[in-house]
């Protein structure tokens, strides 16, 4: 084998704390390299140039590119190779970047370091194969999950491109946390004005179809190819029937069930349409709270509905759908407030959340849009507003910024002054986050015209006072401690990945963050692909946002699906397994390994069982390999001899330099 | 009637279905028995049951098996004997179908280099051992024109001591009573005498061990869990796990291949340490593996023909796996 | 060594194999890399797929032919790219692990963990640890020589008969 070696530069973030030309000369020494040389920047024009030209003149079979980490540019490299004519998998990484330049600064050992990185690098392409691809059909569909502003976007976009698309919501209407919003910033539009027209859409589009009140209970398969279970969770209305009339919540007796909806400003009753612009606009029975459900008595709503839909026996059912690609969008949930104890969270009624408070200040909240304290229905005329409950504190776990929250408290104070003229409004603030198209400029509008008085600093504790509740906190600008009487105190609280994100995560099998965040294949590159092809993510499932950027995302995300689907074949990794049918003695422990079924059975000529591995289910784990006590199943371009060979390479003296 | 009385018989009523059967003979003196296949009833007669019984006879099934002349095997099988067919069985690796089980209790079986040792210690000459009776605890052994008698669990295989499998299990027939489950010990003498070592001294025995191996295979070859046969991959180039370089590393590589593929597998038989012509005590990687296997899984090997070998298989959340926190 | 960094300031470097599997922790060391974590430089990465990819023996092989230490890393259980990979790491990994004190290579040349790709400081943590450990370990025992009785072997043995010990080949049968 002819084997080219190319150390790269990467301006001075490599060759700072290496002596690439060193590294490129030690190489020439290594077994097969007949090329090496240092480049500057070799994932360049020039430098991807370079290296295609080295291979023509030379007659290389193959490279070793000792630069970024493989997750950066191996697909760009080997693309350069392809374009000389040799096999994609011909190429083989040092990464002397991150692993190398990046952490030490010891220039001696970070030079022999990188060399010796080269050297495994050829030592296992000494023993590479060129692989080939096989190609196999994309199913046309694609799954949704979650139904907030994000989904829909997602959904519609690639609705209206003609894909048919699944869209699974677990709440029993769409609209996620942008339909329980009043107004939003910086424009203090009509939450619902904008978002309903395209929930409707969601409901009317041919090729939408929407499971709400629904969740993903197994997805098997790869990309292209997924197979997906979704539970319809039991809502004792038979849907296909209820026209939502909304009969039955008149006349339901059970006045006092948890209010989902409205975060529990108010109390709703055991069947319920959760708000009127609800998509789908059905009626669901809570059964926590349905006296029938409970009791076994009462059964008033189905002595009233007029098309006889409600049915107590109803049972949870699972259906199967066939998709070839999946947006999360499973949004975010407020982070629990009611740790911050010294904010009398929980205890005292007149301390809200922000999201409690959005409800209180909307039209079609349960007060009308008149705010009035939960604790004896009063006007409030001092409001406070605290901020990063639950952001920016690592005492709680909490160090990231949820990013929207001085918006939205900004907002809050605006329109608190426009609901009630003679209020006055105080916000204890850390910084103040407005750096979006005229966000700014509108936390100045709060200040200056709305005459919201903005503190810059922690508040220490919130207590009762006769009936008004004292905030004591700090006021960092003026060297002071403050203290002012509210009438009613409004949390900004942080925003945290969504409940069972993670788990879903598990059956996506794409990674999270410490919060349950869903992790992006690239924090800057690919910020909405997963490292699971065909798995992509949209809105506050990947990390805290407002809504145009999950909206953007949600388009993001749908041109990805897009750009996956204009292919009518995909290219299979060929980084699969393969059998030696000689060496296999039939046992199938490889069949028990599997975690994708991608191993079956076959006779051979003589009546003998083997295994045999379906290529495009196989996901090229490797997990085979090593249950294989005979090496008989091999991981092709990770084979025992090419790891063996870089473990040799690394570890006999003999080849110590 | 004896254990071996109706062992024969068993033998001869099942015969006629069966194209061999194998048990054991008088070997080429009266200290030794040998492999016995019995094609004919006349073959019947030469079987013979005692404590010179020691090979694993299962190692010819996977062989056997395969052979398009042999259909239908029966093996005259003691307990640690069984559990070879029961972890084959489990593995797939035999037509459990076509092998019919004789099953023996087994008292322990004698260990003829710790004897030997014994009968040198004594001042005689092993090769003028004559002939061996098992009486009870004591084993009496006609050397030099008298007798010298030893306490049977002095000269048993050390693997007896600790036998919690008497008894074949899993088998079609079952001739004679039931030995009595009783383990003198609970962990083999050598292991807790090699364990009371510091790593360092660990090391400078296995050094000074593995330097003698001729890699000849034999403890490979005599193992009945080693079912790779001619695909080992300490002699294959594809994939090339182990040089041909004679050397101690070497050496010590492919018996470490031979553990991490007996884990979960092993059924303690011995039969690799006792066919080791350089007398390697391999048998410590064995039960030491054995062991963690034991503790970590609660599994032992070849005990359920239902079970899924602890490799095979895992939980989410593992009980006795202490990640040391890292 | 500099007490902030933890990383080793003299001495020289001791062979660390590490096997990395490629979603999680090949990019939690390189998450560490575009942070600029600061490690010592002993380590040398092999990247596979998955840690159900590491074969035991692929630690035993790098032991036996002179590294001084092997660490291997894969994602959290329940977090595996490929779903289970990790869970069957753990259970092979950890016999390994079980196992090596009877062969007398000490154990704390081998350990293995979970790094996310979003642990970059987690990373550091390890290597630096682990590292730490190794130094303080030393270079590990190599076992040497050929096979069977070289010349200089026959003669400790002749000499240890003429003292009247066993010949080596007969005393383990007391064992």
């Known amino acids: 084998m002819r084997i080219g070696v190319f150390v790269c530069h990467c301006g001075s973030n490599i060759a700072a704390t290496v002596d690439c030309p060193s590294v490129a000369e030690a190489a020439k020494l290594f077994p097969d390299v007949v090329f090496a040389t240092d480049t500057m920047y070799a994932c360049s024009e020039p430098g991807q140039d370079g290296i295609i030209q080295a291979i023509k003149e030379h007659r290389l079979d193959g490279c070793v590119v000792a630069s970024c980490s493989p997750r950066m540019h191996e697909p760009t490299f080997r693309r350069a190779l392809e374009r000389a004519g040799l096999n994609r998998y011909m190429l083989e990484m040092a990464n002397i970047r991150e692993h190398v330049s990046w952490i030490g600064k010891n220039k001696e050992l970070n030079t022999g370091k990188a060399t010796e990185l080269v050297r495994i690098a050829a030592e296992k392409l000494r023993l590479n194969t060129p692989l ?12 949704v999950i979650g139904g907030g502003v994000a989904g829909i976007q997602a959904a519609l976009d690639c609705a209206d491109a003609g894909i048919q698309v699944i869209m699974v919501e677990r709440e029993t209407s769409i609209g996620g946390k942008m339909a329980k919003l009043d107004k939003t910033f910086p424009t203090v539009d009509c939450s619902s004005c904008i978002l309903g027209p395209k929930m409707v859409d969601v409901a009317q589009h041919p090729n939408i179809t929407l499971y709400a009140a629904s969740e993903v209970e197994e997805i098997s398969g790869y990309v292209g190819n997924f197979d997906v279970k979704v539970r319809r969770k039991a809502t004792y209305v038979n849907w296909a029937s209820c026209t939502g009339c909304g009969l039955c919540m008149e006349k339901c007796p059970s006045k006092k069930s948890h209010d989902a909806f409205n975060e529990g400003v108010a109390t ?24 029938k459900l409970q009791k076994g008595k009462c059964g008033v709503c189905a002595k009233v509905c007029p098309t006889k839909c409600i049915d107590f026996e109803q049972q949870d059912t699972i259906v199967s759908e066939k998709v070839g690609a999946i947006v999360a969008a499973t949004g975010y949930d407020l982070f629990d407030w009611t740790v911050y104890g010294q904010y009398g969270a929980g205890r005292y009624p007149d301390v809200v959340t922000s999201l409690q408070y959005e409800r209180m200040m909307n039209a079609s909240g349960p007060t009308s849009g008149h705010i009035q304290r939960p604790s004896d229905g009063r006007e409030p005329k001092r409001v406070v507003f605290i901020q990063c409950v639950g952001s920016r504190d690592k005492s709680v776990n909490r160090p990231y910024c949820s990013g929207f929250c001085c918006m939205y408290t900004a907002k809050q104070a605006v329109l608190t002054k426009d609901h009630i003229p003679d209020s006055d409004s105080y916000v204890f603030y850390m910084d103040i986050r407005s750096p979006g198209k005229g966000y700014d400029e509108f936390t100045r509008r709060a200040q200056e015209q709305y005459g919201v008085q903005y503190v810059r600093g922690r508040v220490s504790m919130v207590y009762p006072k006769g009936d008004v509740l004292v905030v004591r906190g700090a006021d960092t600008l003026a060297g002071t401690q403050v203290e002012v009487e509210a009438d009613l105190v409004v949390l900004a609280v942080g925003v945290e990945a969504s409940k069972g994100a993670a788990h879903l995560a598990e059956k996506l099998r794409i990674s999270y963050d410490q919060y349950g965040f869903f992790m992006e294949s690239h924090p800057k590159l690919k910020p909405v692909e997963t490292n699971t092809a065909g798995v992509y993510l ?3 499932s990947q990390g805290p946002k407002d809504i145009p950027t999950s909206v953007g995302q949600g388009s993001a995300a749908a041109a990805k699906v897009l750009t996956l689907f204009a292919k009518d074949k995909l290219e299979s990794d060929p980084q699969v397994s393969s059998v030696n049918q000689n060496r296999c003695v039939g046992c199938l422990k490889c069949t028990m390994t599997c975690p994708f079924g991608a191993i079956k059975d076959v006779k051979d000529r003589a009546g003998n069982t083997k295994a045999e591995v379906i290529e495009t289910v196989c996901q090229g784990c490797g997990i085979c390999t090593v249950t294989c006590p005979h090496g008989a199943i091999q991981l092709q371009h990770f084979t025992d001899n090419q790891i063996l060979a870089e473990v040799n390479a690394l570890c006999q003296p003999e080849l110590e330099f | 009637m004896s254990t071996l009385e109706q062992l ?14 194998i048990g054991w003979e008088q070997g080429y003196d009266a200290m030794h028995a040998t492999p016995l296949f019995i094609r004919e009833e006349a073959d019947i007669d030469r079987l013979i049951w005692s404590p010179l019984c020691v090979h694993s006879l299962g190692t010819y099934l996977t062989g056997l098996t395969k052979s398009s002349k042999v259909q239908k095997v029966g093996l005259v099988v003691k307990g640690c004997d069984s559990r070879a067919i029961v972890q084959l069985t489990q593995e797939r690796m035999i037509p459990r179908e076509n092998v019919t089980l004789f099953g023996v209790g087994c008292s322990g079986c004698l260990s003829h280099a710790r004897l030997e040792y014994k009968v040198e210690q004594g001042g005689h000459y092993v090769e003028d051992m004559h002939a061996i009776t098992f009486n009870g605890d004591k084993v009496e052994v006609a050397v030099d024109g008298g007798v010298e008698s030893f306490d049977f669990d002095t000269v048993c295989l050390e693997k007896c001591l600790t036998c919690r499998f008497p008894n074949a299990i899993a088998t079609e027939h079952f001739a004679g009573e039931e030995v009595p489950v009783a383990p003198k010990r609970e962990k083999a003498p050598s292991l807790e005498a090699f364990e009371k070592l510091p790593l360092d001294e660990r ?13 000849c295979y034999a403890c490979r070859n005599t193992c009945p869990m080693c079912v790779c046969r001619d695909h080992c991959i300490s002699t294959s180039r594809n994939p090339h796990w182990v040089s041909q370089e004679a050397s101690t590393a070497e050496n010590f590589m492919f018996q470490m291949i031979h553990t991490m593929h007996l884990a979960g597998r092993c059924i303690e038989c011995g039969e690799c340490q006792r066919a080791c012509p350089v007398d390697l005590p391999i048998m410590l990687f064995r039960r030491t593996m054995v062991h963690a296997v034991k503790d970590t899984f609660n599994y032992v090997s070849g005990a359920d023909p239902e079970a899924t070998p602890p490799l095979l298989t895992f939980k989410a959340e593992e009980d006795n796996i202490n990640e040391r926190g890292w | 060594m500099s007490a902030r960094t933890g990383v080793l300031t003299e001495g020289r470097e001791l062979r660390i194999v590490g096997f990395l599997c490629n979603w999680c922790s090949y990019g939690g060391a390189d998450t560490a890399g575009v942070a600029r974590f600061e490690q010592p430089t002993d380590l040398r990465i092999i990247r596979v797929p998955c840690s159900g990819r590491i074969d035991p023996l692929f630690i035993m092989r790098a032991l036996v032919s002179g590294a001084d230490g092997v660490l291997v890393s894969g994602c959290h259980p329940r977090d595996c790219h490929y779903a289970e990979g990790n ?27 979970w790094v996310s790709a979003s642990e970059g400081a987690r990373w550091q943590d390890v290597v630096t640890k682990f590292t730490n450990r190794i130094h303080d370990l030393g270079p590990a025992p190599r076992m040497q020589g050929g096979s069977g009785y070289d010349e200089l072997c026959l003669k400790q043995i002749e000499e240890g008969v003429k003292q009247g010990a066993a010949c080596p080949c007969h005393k383990e049968r007391a064992l």
């Open chain 1, 132 to 143: 080939f691809a096989n190609q196999f059909d994309v199913t046309k569909r694609v799954l």
């Open chain 1, 268 to 291: 709703t009753t055991a069947i319920n349409i959760p708000f009127p612009q609800a998509i789908p606009k059905k009626a669901a029975i809570n059964p926590e709270f349905c006296m």
């Open chain 1, 538 to 540: 949209a809105g506050c």
């Open chain 2, 8 to 21: 024969k018989e068993q033998i001869r009523k099942a015969l006629p279905d069966l194209d061999v059967v």
């Open chain 2, 203 to 215: 090391f400078a025995f296995w050094q000074d061990q593995m330097r003698r191996c001729v890699r």
């Open chain 3, 87 to 113: 869970y069957y790491a753990r259970r092979r990994l950890e016999l390994l692990k079980q196992f090596l004190p009877i062969t007398g290579i000490d154990p704390q040349r081998f350990e293995y963990t």
